[in-house]
């Protein structure tokens, strides 16, 4: 081919609104576009502190193979790319630039209203452009046990026995780096002397419905016996080296690999001829830990739709959010409220998997002291409320196993626990939110109430659409050693809002409510169910791994509070259906509540696998009383008020199993008289 054209002569683009004539982009195309830029926020749009246009530069510009960074298949046709792996750099200097002009931003006639709509066209355009987030596999919800301690085959069979044992459930175990035969530097081979029969482990593991993946400090070839790499990071033989190391490890029974990049070595970032960007490392680093699994899957594994990997938070580049998930680095056990932070802000920039060391990488125990039972319910009951629900700690810690806490700490983290795994089909239908739009699971406030001053704070989030989780920092004016704090300032957004362990419902005007808590038990967590909302458990919660969950049988939580006073309030939800179901299309859920004290449910899809619904309808007020209900057949059980997460409140709970339709729909009628109240 000809050589590439000279790079064109700067350019100044100016881009303006008609026809209030607003200059929304005055700039050098190419010199004043960042290729790393930060996302605008909701908040920021609405109040002119982000611009109305976002401007992208795809810097340093390489096309890579159909195969991406896996050694070339033996027909593949390189043409002018021969001796190459594939990757076309050529024209690495040629940036181009990419102008998101954000609709309903620019000018004064902002609205928040038309700012949400313009900041979820802008959020879809960008994931068009840059590809969507990766539909994750289900057991990636379920609880994640690791710890960088130097197992046995013995010790770590006897653990996962242990935590079953307990009745905690657990999907995801890990070896940090000590699988690995050290003796020969950062190679692929196993430590026989720690698993004498690594095959064997991997299927007692997998016999127990569980995943299993390793710790990888990615050495460079060559980099071993202390030498320099013997290859660039897109050379055949650095690509060919890092394929066959990590397939033999897959190919013994792995499920997937932790790119670790915080550590005293690792891959170095891509600098390009003649391009003044670099790809930064981590970006690199987790694309080509993504590229080997997904080509290993394919070709050895082709039942495995899904996959997953852990690789580091740190790298702004603009596609990185195809490489889920991501974790935070080696945080402090005292940094609660800068995980909560780091969550929230992970969604906005559009990774929305970041996640901390669950309890903190470094701790007390690190000194030989106990670790705090107080501290370490909080971080549990962040983290099971959270993205990617992962306990992890240092090589010098004690583990945070919660049968060696101390207290009432497991009981704590077995509930918790236990929370989460029973709300799996509501978290499953967040992360097919985040694959379809972008949308996070844990999402600050401002993406739903972008004008109100308090929605931006950092420290209170939805999980998914209907639950607000406000966790308490054991160390906000507090010692390291305690006594350490229980209280909570928190905002509630405008509507009514249900306390998930007392029931008390707090109904907030206009501007949203603050709300002061003061020594909130250990056992418990501010949590809120949405009044207005929708949330989807499974009836029997007793499984242990999200592969043994049955999904045929599904509750469905209602909330019956005071009637809308003049139109229906109209609340859609969305539920996907669980990976291994033969249910194509989402199970559409409708809560209609009208003036009259009717409330209509209406549950619309296949029943291939969800055969039967509990409704559970809440009373609150006991002067409130149902009338009429139900439909197709509906009997009513009359309990007391048990919500969502089992706890006893004052009120009633009406439950009603409704059996699907042939043809996949449902209606559910409830008519409350609120005249007494």
């Given at each position: 081919?000809?050589?590439?054209?000279?790079?064109?002569?700067?350019?100044?683009?100016?881009?303006?609104?008609?026809?209030?004539?607003?200059?929304?982009?005055?700039?050098?195309?190419?010199?004043?576009?960042?290729?790393?830029?930060?996302?605008?926020?909701?908040?920021?749009?609405?109040?002119?502190a982000a611009p109305a246009v976002f401007a992208l530069r795809d810097s340093p510009r390489f096309v890579p193979p159909p195969w991406g960074a896996t050694p070339a298949p033996p027909n593949a046709d390189l043409g002018p790319l021969a001796n190459t792996s594939g990757y076309d750099t050529r024209y690495a200097p040629q940036a181009d630039c990419y102008f998101f002009v954000i609709p309903g931003v620019g000018g004064d006639s902002r609205t928040p209203t038309g700012v949400l709509s313009g900041y979820s066209s802008f959020r879809a355009e960008f994931?068009?452009?840059?590809?969507?987030?990766?539909?994750?596999?289900?057991?990636?919800?379920?609880?994640w046990f690791t710890w960088y301690h130097p197992y046995n085959q013995s010790e770590k069979t006897a653990e996962i026995n242990h935590f079953l044992d307990d009745h905690i459930p657990m999907d995801v175990v890990s070896l940090d780096m000590d699988w690995r035969n050290l003796t020969v530097d950062y190679l692929y081979k196993v430590n026989t002397d720690l698993f004498p029969n690594m095959t064997g482990f991997f299927d007692f593991v997998h016999s127990k419905s569980l995943k299993i993946f390793f710790n990888d400090h990615p050495a460079p070839l060559g980099v071993q016996n202390g030498k320099q790499a013997e290859a660039p990071e897109m050379s055949p033989a650095e690509i060919k080296f890092r394929w066959d190391g990590q397939t033999s490890i897959l190919d013994m029974g792995l499920d997937f690999w932790w790119f670790?990049?915080?550590?005293?070595?690792?891959?170095?970032?891509?600098v390009l001829p003649g391009s003044t960007d670099a790809f930064d490392y981590a970006a690199w680093g987790q694309r080509v830990f993504w590229d080997v699994m997904t080509r290993f899957y394919i070709e050895d594994r082709p039942a495995v739709t899904r996959t997953v990997m852990l690789g580091c938070s740190t790298s702004d580049h603009p596609a990185n959010h195809r490489t889920p998930v991501w974790w935070t680095g080696d945080n402090q056990y005292t940094a609660l409220a800068q995980a909560v932070n780091d969550e929230i802000m992970g969604g906005l920039d559009f990774k929305p998997y970041v996640h901390p060391d669950c309890t903190g990488h470094h701790g007390i125990d690190e000194s030989g002291k106990p670790y705090p039972p107080e501290v370490y319910a909080r971080w549990v009951q962040f983290c099971s409320f959270g993205t990617i629900y992962r306990i992890h700690s240092s090589i010098y810690s004690l583990g945070r196993r919660p049968w060696t806490i101390g207290g009432n700490a497991e009981a704590i983290m077995r509930n918790f626990t236990r929370m989460?795994?029973?709300?799996?089909?509501?978290?499953?239908?967040?992360?097919?939110?985040?694959?379809?739009?972008?949308?996070p699971m844990v999402r600050r406030l401002d993406l739903e109430w972008p004008s109100e001053p308090q929605a931006v704070r950092t420290d209170q989030y939805l999980l998914g659409d209907d639950i607000l989780v406000a966790p308490i920092d054991p160390f906000a004016n507090a010692s390291q050693t305690g006594p350490f704090n229980s209280d909570r300032e928190l905002w509630l957004p405008e509507g009514s809002w249900v306390d998930a362990f007392s029931g008390q419902v707090t109904t907030a005007p206009a501007g949203g409510k603050n709300v002061s808590l003061t020594n909130v038990p250990v056992e418990i967590a501010p949590i809120y169910h949405r009044g207005s909302g929708l949330l989807v458990t499974l009836t029997d919660d007793t499984a242990l791994s999200t592969q043994l969950q049955d999904w045929s049988r599904l509750s469905l939580d209602v909330h019956l509070l005071a009637p809308p006073a003049t139109s229906p309030k109209v609340v859609h939800r969305t539920l996907a259906p669980p990976e291994a179901s033969r249910i194509t299309a989402p199970i559409q859920l409708r809560k209609t509540a009208f003036p009259n004290g009717t409330v209509a449910v209406e549950i619309e899809g296949a029943p291939v696998d969800v055969g039967t619904w509990t409704i559970k309808a809440h009373l609150v007020d006991d002067c409130a009383f149902v009338t009429n209900s139900g439909g197709a057949g509906a009997k009513a059980v009359h309990t007391a008020r048990q919500l969502p997460f089992r706890s006893i409140a004052p009120g009633r709970t009406l439950e009603y199993e409704v059996a699907m339709s042939p043809a996949g729909v449902r209606r559910f009628v409830v008519d409350v008289d609120h005249s007494r109240c």
């Open positions: 081919p000809p050589p590439p054209p000279p790079p064109p002569p700067s350019l100044n683009l100016v881009l303006t609104a008609l026809p209030s004539g607003d200059v929304l982009y005055n700039g050098r195309v190419g010199h004043d576009v960042r290729n790393e830029p930060p996302i605008p926020t909701p908040a920021e749009l609405l109040s002119g994931y068009r452009l840059t590809g969507a987030v990766p539909l994750l596999p289900d057991w990636a919800w379920g609880f670790d990049c915080h550590w005293k070595f690792s891959v170095p970032p891509i989460r795994y029973s709300m799996i089909p509501t978290i499953v239908a967040a992360g097919a939110a985040v694959s379809a739009s972008g949308l």
